[in-house]
Nanobody
Framework: QVQLVESGGGSVQAGGSLRLSCTAS????????MGWFRQPPGKEREGVAV????????YYANSVKGRFTISQGNAKRTLSLQMNNLKPEDTAIYYC???????????????????WGQGTQVTVSS
């Protein structure tokens, strides 16, 4: 059984930075998708950034390109999301998610992700 545990998040003013971390336990294999989704208040969950672990490909939503960076941590099966130049529209609950193969071909397809963390709140004030 795979479990994902997030840390980080919090409140920050616009223009500030936050860092999220996610640690996975359990067997995901050598190649899998792992990344971050978010759900703003009253909206659907959306993809933010995903890493194809084992291949190294990074995927980003257009809204965060150039501001957010996804990376693997030094510890095994850890993932971080560095968020810079945060905007009020980044306010959301952020979830870590993971998905072993097969893949749908669309990294941001929420329903394909088998495993989810509990979520962490990010609030950006103007």
């Amino acid at each position: 059984q795979v479990q994902l545990v997030e840390s980080g998040g919090g409140s920050v003013q616009a223009g500030g930075s936050l860092r999220l971390s996610c640690t996975a336990s359990g067997d995901l294999g050598r190649s899998y998708l792992m990344g971050w989704f978010r759900q703003p208040p009253g909206k659907e969950r959306e993809g933010v950034a995903v890493l194809h672990v084992g291949i190294g490909t990074e995927y980003y939503a257009n809204s965060v390109k150039g501001r957010f960076t996804i990376s693997q941590g030094n510890a095994k099966r850890t993932l971080s999301l560095q968020m810079n130049n945060l905007k009020p529209e980044d306010t959301a609950i952020y979830y870590c998610a993971a998905h072993p193969p097969p893949f749908s071909g669309n990294w941001s397809y929420v329903q394909q992700y088998n495993y989810w963390g509990q979520g962490t709140q990010v609030t950006v004030s103007s």
